[in-house]
């Protein structure tokens, strides 16, 4: 795998993310590549520390002339979202991610890339193995489930860094400072499964959704790509208000932090409206087809007979399910009044999921603002209270606010003027960055982010450019030659 690259540069960068690409590393799954980055340091003399959760601290002194330079902690996470479409065979557990190269861009096949975070992963590890390069001493910070909560930087122990410059590689733009990001929040309606035999004279029909772009439930929910999960509740909605139905089983979506790209309900209906109902679910493909023509134009809404089914869920269950999935709050909530263009408060219907005899139905809400935030949660509890049906939270993440006076992002404007001849573009992200969590725990830290161009993360479209990455690694050297 590694001699794909052997014809690009930095050569270093890449060889290690081929290499930690063949090493299972899902957000919950990271022992494996934990345990590599400590056999890593090891082997190199570095000291090394990992903590019970797996995440890993690995430090290496200043290169001569840089002893009395500014500690500098680079940071990254190297969990990735594991994902791929319902019609692909690929055991995440056992197998690594199959590399191709189209023309300037790394993909991989048919699943999720994992650019994000291993470039930052790969970077770190090419400087700490590096004996020509001229840095500062390094505290390099690997944590995991980045993707599920950032539940490894929560709990990494922050009294272990000396460092008061953060250099996070998790931003996907080399165009770009990130400087603020939004805090987060993982929000569970729960509805009790009550089950009864299914009519006589039914009908058992399985419509799913599929198609869908998807995408990062932070970076990319401005994009008013469609979410199959509320898709899917349109049509059920639809089929409730004018025909007699029961649910029997439902799904939708994988990951908390995705915009979910397929979903799919059992139902059962009275076999007299079998024409009438095949019908409407031409309706549906055509009023979604224009609805996401620019934004989805692969959408797919099919409809298929299925065994007779058994069993279904009560009415008043149905009725609980259905309402629920139509009126939770989706999409962009607020914009910023502050910064052009930045989402402000959000929340998405990510994940549908049958546990046992309770559908927990996942949204993942953000904010740069708390009060908002907890609005947002505040709506939801209303919901919940409305339905008569639980609801919880975890998972909750601070957000990162602008440092107004940051002599790092200074010196990165600087580096990167002299580097590329322009200046890189102050942003702010509205998805969650681990630089909120490690601010709490070091509060007098100064801190970036940055990293090359990414497109489609979380999406087995994932891809990441060659090019970018060889700019992304020049400016992170650039940085740590001048530090001061």
């Known amino acids: 795998m590694t001699d794909l690259f052997y014809e690009y540069e930095p050569k270093e960068v890449l060889r290690y993310f081929a290499e930690i690409s063949q090493i299972p590393r899902g957000s919950g799954e990271e022992k494996a590549i934990s345990d590599y980055l400590v056999s890593f340091a ?23 002339g840089y ?4 500690i500098v902690i680079l940071q990254g996470h190297m969990d990735m979202v594991w994902e791929k479409n319902k019609d692909v065979e690929h055991d995440f557990l056992t197998q690594g991610i199959k590399l191709r190269i189209v023309e300037d861009h790394i993909y991989a096949e048919n699943t999720t890339l994992g650019a994000d975070n291993g470039i930052a992963v790969a970077m770190t590890l090419a400087l700490l193995d590096c004996k020509n390069i001229s840095h500062p001493k390094i505290e390099a910070v690997f944590t995991v489930e980045e993707e599920t909560g950032l539940t490894g930087a929560t709990n990494f122990d922050g009294s272990k860094l000396s460092g008061r410059y953060l250099i996070n590689l998790d931003s996907e733009d080399d165009t770009e400072i990130m400087v603020s990001c939004a805090g987060g929040i993982r929000i569970h309606h729960e ?13 058992c029909y399985k419509i799913s959704i599929t198609g869908l772009k998807g995408g990062h439930s932070g970076m990319d929910i401005n994009l008013n790509r469609a979410n199959a999960n509320k898709l899917l509740a349109r049509i059920l909605y639809d089929i409730k208000r004018a025909k007699k139905m029961h649910l029997v089983d439902i799904w939708g979506g994988s990951k908390d932090n995705a915009i979910p790209r397929e979903a799919e309900a059992t139902i059962v209906v009275c076999d007299s409206v079998q024409v009438v109902f095949e019908s409407a ?10 609805e996401y023509a620019t934004s989805d134009p692969n959408i797919s809404v099919s409809v298929s007979l299925v065994d007779d089914c058994k069993r279904c869920l009560t009415k008043e269950t149905t009725e609980k399910i259905v309402n629920l999935l139509m009126i939770l709050p989706n999409g962009v909530q ?10 402000e408060s959000s929340i998405n219907t990510a994940v549908l999921a049958i546990k046992e005899d309770i559908l927990d139905v996942t949204s993942s809400a953000r904010s740069s603002v708390n009060s908002k935030k907890d609005t947002i949660v505040e709506i939801c509890q209303c919901i919940a209270d409305t339905l008569k049906i639980e609801m919880n939270t975890n998972s909750a993440y601070p957000g990162w606010a602008l440092d107004k006076d940051s002599k790092l992002r200074d010196q990165a404007i600087d580096s990167y003027y002299r580097l590329f001849g322009t200046e890189p573009k102050i942003v702010a992200t509205h998805a969650g960055v681990e630089c909120g969590i490690f ?9 970036i982010s940055i990293g090359p161009n990414m497109y489609d993360v979380h999406t087995p479209n994932e891809h990441v450019s060659i090019a970018s990455i060889e700019k992304s690694w020049q400016w992170l050297l ?3 030659r001048t530090i001061e």
């Open 42 to 64: 090891t082997n190199r003399g570095l000291e090394v520390f990992q903590d019970a959760y797996n995440n890993v601290l690995i430090k290496k002194e200043a290169s001569p």
């Open 67 to 70: 002893e009395d330079a500014p």
């Open 191 to 203: 509805v009790d499964l009550q089950y009864m035999s299914a009519p006589k004279n039914s009908l």
């Open 281 to 290: 679910m031409k309706k549906f493909q055509e009023l979604f087809a224009e």
């Open 334 to 343: 607020t914009m910023s009044a502050d910064m052009k263009d930045l989402v």
């Open 439 to 447: 601010k709490e725990k070091i509060s007098d830290l100064d801190m």
């Open 478 to 480: 650039e940085i740590l």
